[in-house]
Nanobody, 115 residues
Framework: VQLQASGGGLVQYGGSLRLSCKIS????????IGWIRQAPGKERERVAC????????HYDVSVEGRFTIDRDNAKNTVYLQMNSLKPEDTAVYYC?????????WGQGTQVTVSS
């Protein structure tokens, strides 16, 4: 299983970005996938996750109302729409898939929000 994350970049305060995570390989139908971020000198933080089976979502309180996680099962891709970005959203964002208790990580994509 491989996860390919993309879509990061530099954006101004209040701007938007859309991250994508393309899933490839032999994967079970039932899994949860989400986005984790890590800022320099800080702990990893779970941002949002979504269930492939029923589309149920969960967001960290720090991003609720600003970020939206969505999936396209036909394309095996998960998206993170990030609006109203703040400097504190600056971090490396990773997609993480959990299937049957096994974690699969994508490479990170850098998001930088200037003030």
């Amino acid at each position: 299983v491989q996860l390919q994350a993309s879509g990061g970049g530099l954006v101004q305060y209040g701007g938007s970005l859309r991250l994508s995570c393309k899933i490839s390989g032999d994967i079970k139908d039932y899994y949860t996938i989400g986005w984790i971020r890590q800022a320099p000198g800080k702990e990893r933080e779970r941002v949002a996750c979504i269930s492939r089976r029923d589309g149920g979502t969960h967001y960290d309180v720090s991003v609720e109302g600003r970020f939206t996680i969505d999936r396209d099962n036909a394309k095996n891709t998960v998206y993170l729409q990030m609006n109203s970005l703040k400097p504190e959203d600056t971090a490396v964002y990773y997609c993480l898939l959990n299937a049957g208790g096994v974690n699969y990580w994508g490479q990170g994509t850098q998001v930088t929000v200037s003030s």
